[in-house]
């Protein structure tokens, strides 16, 4: 093969992989890092609820092991996803978006990351804006 990737579709999430690579040629093999690269998959964190309040709609979910910061996505009825804000104290499973309109139902959804990965995210949880 010429290709320099190989995507991996049978993982799951929560779950650790280590990989490695070995060329062969002619029934040669070469060496290879026996301990590889370790990825651990990210479990999508578990939407909890969504409330409208004073000061906007906040939206509760629960943690992953192995996170390090927490995305935060909102999409309008008719328009796509786009992400709103990033949670960095791993201290907080929830997110107050200050700048929901009332009477504007939304729909939240949340995706875990660790360095360049990122965890799948539940369809969403909806929320109409109250106040």
Known sequence: ???????????????????????VSNGHFSDYVRDGVVITRLAAPKLVSAVSSREGITVNFEQVNGATRYNIYRKQPGKTWQMIGKITDLKSSAYLDKSAVKGVTYTYTVRAVYGSEMSSYYSGISCKDLY
Not at 4 to 23: I, K, L, Q, W
């Open 1 to 23: 093969t010429t290709k320099t990737f190989y995507p991996d579709y049978d993982t799951e999430s929560g779950s650790t992989y280590a990989y490695t690579v070995r060329a």
